[in-house]
């Protein structure tokens, strides 16, 4: 079944709301940057790349160029994400187990780089293991702070919004990235679902990050600290 019109004005009105979401928390972030933790000033980081990464098709119409941008992105991302759980890690065991997938992640990413260029396409098999990639490192640190029986209260701390976002996301955006080629193409209404779950999903994460920034004036003002 092909999209009517009415469905099609839905689905491009949700797709934009979806693409200015990332503004959200980095407006946020921002706004309370004096009383960020450092978890929270990568992610702002991240965040800055992000609105580049998501928005440039709407100013910028080279599609080698947009391709090129996501691809460094694709690696940016990863690279922060890694950083982010590996600095909430305690045990060396579980810091190595993450670098060792950051370091596969990046070795993929050069080696699809060097054979076809940078901007030859957009490469979505990279998006699917920066997916993957991210799901395992937020269930080492939810792992974590069950191994270490943490009995903080885990909504006024930024890493837990931040790993509930990623894990929100990362599972939809591993699914449809993984029938890229497929979905792209189609104009049947099943798959266009895919895409708006993916819309509904990443606009999801833009919110839990928004809350995760927010929680640091919170903590800032009761003397809430990481420990």
């Known amino acids: 079944m092909k999209l009517n019109n009415e469905d099609a004005l839905i689905y491009l009105y949700l797709h934009k709301l979806s693409l200015y979401s990332v503004l959200l928390p980095l ?86 780089f060097y054979q076809y260029g940078i901007a030859y396409r957009f490469y979505y098999e990279l998006v699917c293991l920066d997916s993957l990639v991210q799901v395992v490192w937020v269930l080492t640190f939810f792992y974590s702070i069950y191994y270490n029986e943490n009995n903080k209260r885990l909504e006024y701390y930024p890493m837990f919004w931040f790993s509930m976002g990623v894990l929100l996301y ?42 995760g920034m927010w929680v640091n004036r919170y903590r800032f003002k009761k003397n809430i600290y990481e420990h």
């Open 27 to 112: 407006v946020v972030g921002l706004i309370n940057y004096k009383y960020l933790e450092v978890n929270s000033k990568f992610v702002l980081l991240i965040l800055l790349f992000a609105s580049i990464s998501q928005l440039s098709p709407e100013f910028y119409q080279n599609k080698a160029g947009n391709w090129l941008i996501y691809n460094v992105y694709t690696i940016i991302d990863t690279l922060f994400w890694g950083l982010i759980f590996w600095l909430n890690q305690k045990s060396a065991t579980i810091r190595t187990f993450i670098f060792l997938i950051w370091l596969s992640h990046l070795s993929i990413s050069l080696y699809f």
């Open 170 to 211: 990362t599972p939809s955006t591993y699914f449809l990235f993984a029938y890229y080629s497929q979905i792209r193409l189609s104009l049947t209404r099943e798959y266009q679902y895919l895409w708006r779950l993916h819309d509904l999903m990443n606009g999801l994460l833009y919110v839990s990050l928004s809350i």
